[in-house]
């Protein structure tokens, strides 16, 4: 049972890249908690808005997540940083050619906010995470494959083996409320921790497994 459960499982990858500004330079909505660019390889959380001043964290699943096309971490930030600014940052020769589509298009009303003179800001410093490459972890998080069934995680959150287990086990994957989330991971260590300390007692009472 143990290594079917095992065998169900499968890893997925779920990058992320946070970059800082200096809270001067903030250029997006500052209390919107989440902003979704039309690229779908972004889902931006506003950490600005949390309190983190000048901070934002773009959500990456696959294919972009998945070895982030080569890309090295700059080159990473650089691509974040250009569908940014699309959004939110547009230089005047921008607005007087927006200006003359609308008035080609008969269309009067232009939002201005999104045009600035200034250069646009560069981040105090990014972070990209790679956890498909980390070879501590080779992804981000577990998944059931297609056919496997809940009671399997059941069987791989069990101590092994039966009698006298000496192996526990932890971690989102082993979580039926909390898979694939922080939760998960830690409630499951306070499962097994729970798990351990009991074993330690009963082998000091002189408790012996049923066969």
Not at 19 to 31: A, L, Y
Not at 72 to 97: A, I, N, P, Q
Not at 200 to 208: E, L, M, Q, V
Request: charged share 25%.
């Amino acid at each position: 049972k143990k290594q079917s459960a095992i065998e169900s499982l499968g890893s997925g990858v779920h990058n992320k890249i946070l970059v800082r500004f200096r809270p001067g330079d903030v250029f997006w909505p500052k209390d919107t908690p989440q902003i979704v660019p039309l690229d779908q390889r972004f889902h931006i959380l506003n950490l600005h808005a949390y309190g983190k001043k000048g901070c934002l964290c773009a959500h990456v699943w696959p294919p972009f997540a998945d070895g982030w096309d080569g890309k090295s971490d700059d080159e990473v930030v650089r691509e974040f940083c250009h569908v940014l600014k699309g959004m939110f940052w547009r230089s005047k020769k921008e607005k007087k050619s927006a200006q003359n589509e609308n008035s080609t298009k008969g269309q009067h009303e232009l939002n201005t906010n999104a045009f600035r003179k200034e250069p646009f800001p560069t981040p105090l410093d990014y972070a990209v995470a790679r956890w498909d490459s980390d070879p501590f972890a080779l992804g981000s998080y577990s998944y059931l494959k297609l056919g496997a069934t809940w009671p399997q995680i059941e069987d791989l959150a069990r101590p092994y083996p039966a009698k006298d287990p000496h192996i526990f086990f932890a971690g989102e994957a082993t979580s039926l409320e909390g898979i694939q989330c922080v939760t998960g991971a830690y409630k499951s260590g306070l499962r097994a921790a729970k798990q351990i300390l009991a074993e330690i007692a009963n082998k000091r009472r002189g408790f012996i497994h049923a066969k």
